[in-house]
Structures are given as structure tokens and as C-alpha cells.
């Protein structure tokens, strides 16, 4: 691998069985090499399949991930990638109900709202319930609220790291 390195997590919440080895294939795909994770049933929704994989590679490999991902019925994912030199972190999240958010992350994983986000929010700063719902969506606050039972159902579980080939 040339050229920056970068790293970062993708966390699978809910999966059904039926998809798991799909998700491996796909993450194996975009990372170049086989893989084969460790999942665990998922306690807020029974019936359903948890991971957290841990990965190294070029940056922008988050958002491959992500596209791998996309479009699965029943999935909800969340891939974060580290900033590295010359590109910001970013984090994506993905339940069925709301698609995919896009955010970019500092160096603490905290959200940054670009300017121009901001500014479109301001347009509406005469109606402060349009402000805080357009400053909510800016920050992916609906994404939050419908993951954070997964994330918290997953707390201390395994984690394994794997790395890009070629």
C-alpha cells in the first residue's frame, strides 16, 4: 500500500443470518482480501446479527465500504475512517428507515458542519423549530437516535482488525 494509510471501524448492528456472509464477501472485496468475522446475536433486535470489524487502508476505503453496503434491506451499519494527511475523518451511518448520513469528523470523531450547512440552516433563524430541526439533520441526529440502541447492545464486544491488501 502506497501513499497515506488510514484506519477506522465498520460497525454492523443488525444484520440478518442470511446476510452475514454477503457483508464478509463485500468487505472482503473492497479490502482485498478474504475475511471472516465474528458475529454475535444482537439483543435489541432478536433474530438479528451484530459485528464490529476494525480495518487499515488508503483513505476514501470508508466510503467504498459504505457503497458496499448500500441498498441491503433490513441492515444497519455504521463505517467510520480516521482523518489521515490531507483528508478529514468521516463517518457513515445506515439504518433502513433513513438511508445512509454522511459526515465529516475531526480527530475526536466529533461531526463538523460545513459553513455553507450552516448558513442554509441560518436562512430559517425567524422560525427557531425550522432552525433546530435543519441544525438536527446537519448533525445526523435522527441516525443517532434510531442506532443507539444497536451501538449500546454492542458495548464490549469483540472487535478484529483487519488490513487492505495490495
Not at 450552516?118 to 437516535?145: C, I, K, S, T, Y
Request: with cysteine; aromatic share 10%.
Amino acid at each position: 500500500m502506497a501513499g497515506a494509510i488510514t484506519r477506522g471501524v465498520l460497525f454492523v448492528h443488525s444484520a440478518p443470518r442470511a446476510l452475514c456472509a454477503h457483508i464478509e464477501w463485500a468487505t472482503g472485496g473492497v479490502l482485498g482480501a478474504r475475511v471472516s468475522f465474528d458475529w454475535t446475536d444482537q439483543p435489541a433486535a432478536p433474530g438479528m446479527f451484530r459485528t464490529e470489524v476494525s480495518w487499515q487502508g488508503i483513505p476514501g476505503t470508508g466510503a467504498k465500504l459504505t457503497s458496499a453496503l448500500r441498498g441491503w434491506n433490513h441492515l444497519r451499519y455504521e463505517v467510520t475512517e480516521e482523518a489521515s494527511f490531507g483528508t478529514d475523518g468521516s463517518r457513515w451511518s445506515h439504518t433502513p428507515e433513513l438511508g445512509i448520513f454522511h459526515a465529516a469528523t475531526d480527530v475526536h470523531g466529533n461531526v463538523m458542519v460545513p459553513e455553507d450547512r450552516v448558513r442554509a440552516a441560518l436562512e430559517h433563524a425567524d422560525d427557531a423549530a425550522r432552525l433546530r430541526a435543519e441544525l438536527r439533520l446537519a448533525l445526523g441526529e435522527a441516525w443517532d437516535e434510531e442506532l443507539e440502541p444497536f451501538r449500546y447492545a454492542g458495548a464490549g464486544a469483540p472487535v478484529r482488525w483487519l488490513h487492505r491488501t495490495g
